[in-house]
């Protein structure tokens, strides 16, 4: 990563978005997903326009379908909304996991 990008992430706490800035000051260090520093330019990019829209957006990331999701779908999360941030989607939606896996993978083979 070249050091330009170093601030990159911050601009997560340009969004109005309450969770944007949730995910800015979430500790990734330890999280497979590794720091946010070392996240790239283009995925904090579709985050930003993620925690951007209107609607509820739920973005989904990398072998686990790892969470992450906009003020609008903390509303569809409920309670889950405090701690599923970051969190496998199997683990989130546990009761609906083997039909969310299947459309899933689905999605993936195309």
């Given amino acids: 990563m070249s050091e330009n990008q ?42 930003t326009t993620s925690m951007g829209s209107q609607f509820p957006a739920l973005m989904l990331w990398g072998e686990d379908f790892i969470t992450f999701y906009n003020a609008g779908y903390a509303a569809v999360l409920g309670d889950k909304q405090y701690w599923a941030l970051g969190v496998p989607l199997k683990d989130v939606w546990p009761e609906a996991w083997e039909s969310l896996n299947g459309m899933l993978k689905g999605v993936l083979l195309i």
């Fill in 6 to 47: 170093n601030d990159w992430p911050g601009v997560l706490l340009t969004s109005s978005d309450l969770n944007a800035k949730k995910i800015y000051e979430k500790d990734w260090s330890q999280h497979s997903m590794g720091p946010i520093e070392k996240w790239s330019k283009s995925f904090i990019t579709i985050l």
